[in-house]
């Protein structure tokens, strides 16, 4: 087992876990109940990955640190004509989906 990741936020240890897992990748909380009782480094939450997944879980924490930027730039409602921010894939206003580009 190797240690992939620690922290003193339990939320940010707890929502990499999820994404381990999503991506089939097992792996183990250490520190969990310590550390809420002692906050120091030394008994921040860690996650543990076996060796032969540490090279797949080390992709997953890179892609979740440096998430891609998105470069989609506004759009325009093609139901309503209101102009929404790039990010969102539907409208605030009348819910209809941006059309495919």
């Known amino acids: 087992m190797k240690k992939l990741f620690s922290s003193p936020d339990s939320s940010e240890v707890e929502l990499l876990r999820n994404m381990l897992e999503q991506s089939g990748i097992i792996c183990e909380v250490r520190?969990?109940?310590?550390?809420?009782?002692?906050?120091?480094p030394s008994f921040y939450e860690?996650?543990?990955?076996?060796?032969?997944?540490?090279a797949k879980a080390s992709e997953v924490l890179s892609s979740w640190r440096r998430p891609?930027?998105?470069t989609a730039g506004s759009w325009t409602c093609p139901a309503c004509g209101e102009v929404i921010e790039g990010q969102f894939s539907s409208c605030w206003k009348?819910?209809?989906h941006r059309e495919p580009a």
């Not at 520190?31 to 120091?40: F, K, L, W």
């Not at 860690?46 to 540490?54: F, P």
């Open 68 to 70: 891609t930027p998105s």
């Open 94 to 96: 009348c819910g209809a």
């Open 31 to 40: 520190n969990g109940d310590v550390s809420r009782i002692v906050p120091a």
């Open 46 to 54: 860690e996650l543990w990955v076996s060796d032969e997944n540490y």
